[in-house]
């Protein structure tokens, strides 16, 4: 049994900053990718930014430059910090990762993190 389990949401003023982590845990024999992912009211879920086990990163447009992603491969822990956030940044943040487990590999996704930035 594999979860993740996102922290740090909350509501914070435009321009301000947020740091989302998100820890797996259970059965795990290794991580691949790891990702963060959004979803705003009434849009499509997007990838925000990924990070793979070799610290290779990419972000989506509108976050480059603002966003951060990290990880820390020892505690199994992915990191978003978001910088000069905008109302836009509003959504239901979900962490994701490919984790291999003795069944294989697949994704799992976390149970998700309310974001809101007022103006």
Known sequence: QVQLVESG???VQAGGSLRLSCSA??????????????????KQ???VAAI???????YVDSV???F???RDNAKNTVYLQMNSLKPEDTAVYY???AIHTISGLRGYWGQGT???VSS
Do not use: F, H
Request: aromatic share 4%; glycine share 18%; with cysteine.
């Open 68 to 70: 951060t992603i990290s």
């Open 9 to 11: 949401g909350g509501l």
């Open 52 to 58: 793979s086990s070799g610290g290779s990163v990419n």
């Open 95 to 97: 962490c994701s990762a």
């Open 64 to 66: 480059k430059g603002r």
């Open 114 to 116: 309310q974001l809101t």
């Open 45 to 47: 879920r997007e990838l």
């Open 25 to 42: 845990s259970g059965s795990i024999l290794r991580i691949n990718d790891m990702g963060w992912y959004r979803q705003a009211p009434g």
